[in-house]
């Protein structure tokens, strides 16, 4: 047997289709019957009106009634379609979103596991919570920020099958950095728009934000957070998202004093960036507070060695410059 | 009568057409995999058109013949 969805590729696994929760095709069904009740109505205004004694009216009622039985069923027909090929297709290594916009209008996209960043379950209200179904939501640090599995059955345990899946994708890579070309990062959107998409704050929000960055020297993160609508670990992952890297959240780990210090201080101070680890093959990864383009080649300039990059939070990266780095003698105090 | 037929040719072509969308949407677009139903559902909603439209002629005859032998 072939699987023929799109850009597939040889798969040793079964690879498994989500579709949303059969009780979606309610609605639909419940609107099918409504549309039908005119077919038995019309027989008795019909009556009232004469034309159920004529043979030719009698006939007409009947043809033109099966006629419009067959385009009630052919509209459920339509959002039964919409319901059996709007699917998530999970391979062994990514997943797949086969989204039905509206009739001849498919769109896909896919998703590798190794970008998975967070997961999130949500199960809303009485029926969903009855019947077992909701939405997964799937964060990743790939041009689609934002994977949503709507209300399909049984998410909690489809949401850790997912999550082992991107581990195990994970592990090997790490293995394999050493082969790993440093990568130059553009941003894919525009934090504002991340942050909004992934439900963290309004559009409401982003307009006020960026009404009072004028002057302010201040970055659009920092105003949001200032405001209390974003927290810093928010601007971290929204920063991952955007530049599609990975976000480190430096509290957790234990850095090594050598490690860090591969960076020199100045450049370390000047860009906010501190290494964190460097493999065994040699690969430093580089932890920096804001990323960019220029930024990145810049430290690619500075070092030999391959790099992977990493976004954390400012204020722990500063935390690492003060505690890693030796003070420097204050010249003007030595005399 | 003749009005009539008339009529009901222009909607059956359409609705035939709507029928015909639904089918060809089916197939274009369909995710091939182990456990396709789709050629289930063709094959069942094809048997559910005509049935009711046969039904539907069937009845409107019969009830015809009946009142012309009526009146």
């Known amino acids: ?335 | 009568m003749n009005i009539l037929i008339s009529i009901y040719i222009i909607f059956f072509l359409a609705i035939a057409t709507y029928v015909g969308i639904n089918i060809f949407h089916l197939v274009k677009f369909r995710i091939g995999f182990r456990g396709d139903k789709t050629n289930v559902a063709i094959g069942l909603y094809i048997a559910i058109v005509i049935g009711v439209i046969t039904i539907s002629w069937i009845g409107g005859i019969l009830a015809y013949n009946q009142l012309l032998s009526t009146t």
């Open chain 1, 1 to 335: 047997m072939t699987h023929e969805y799109p850009n597939q590729q040889a798969y040793n696994d079964e690879p498994l289709i989500v579709r949303r929760h059969i009780l979606d095709l309610l609605l639909p069904a419940v609107w099918s019957l409504i549309m039908l009740l005119p077919v038995s109505l019309s027989y008795v205004v019909f009556q009232a009106v004469g034309i159920t004694s004529d043979p030719a009216g009698v006939l007409a009622i009947w043809i033109f009634s099966g006629l419009y039985i067959v385009f009630v069923i052919s509209f459920f027909m339509t959002e039964w379609t919409f319901w059996y090929q709007d699917a998530w297709i999970i391979t062994h290594d990514r997943l797949i979103d086969i989204a039905l916009v509206s009739l001849f209008n498919r769109r896909l996209s896919q998703l590798s596991f190794n970008q998975i960043q967070d997961i999130q379950v949500e199960m809303k209200g009485y029926l969903q919570n009855i019947f077992n179904y909701g939405n997964i939501n799937v964060q990743s640090a790939g041009r689609q920020s934002f994977f949503q599995l709507q209300s399909v059955p049984r998410p909690a345990g489809l949401a850790s099958k997912i999550s082992d899946k991107s581990l195990l994708s994970q592990q090997p890579q790490e293995n394999n950095n050493v082969q790993q070309k440093v990568r130059v990062i553009k941003p894919s959107h525009r934090i504002g728009e991340i942050l909004v998409a992934e439900g963290r704050i309004t559009n409401e929000d982003v307009i006020k934000a960026l009404q009072l960055q004028p002057g302010s020297g201040k970055k659009l993160g920092e105003i949001l957070q200032e405001a209390d609508k974003i927290t810093r670990q928010d601007i971290v992952q929204a920063l991952a998202s955007q530049y599609r890297i990975p976000g480190i959240d430096l509290s957790r780990y234990d850095l090594d004093g050598a490690t860090v210090r591969i960076i020199p201080k100045s450049i370390a101070q000047q860009y906010l960036a501190i290494a964190v680890d460097r493999s065994p093959d040699g690969v430093i990864s580089v932890a920096m507070a804001h990323p960019s383009t220029e930024l990145v080649a810049e430290l690619m300039s500075q070092f030999d060695q391959p790099l992977t990059f990493l976004v954390a939070d400012e204020d722990y990266i500063k935390e690492a410059i003060m505690t890693y780095y030796p003070l420097e003698l204050d010249e003007n105090n030595d005399n």
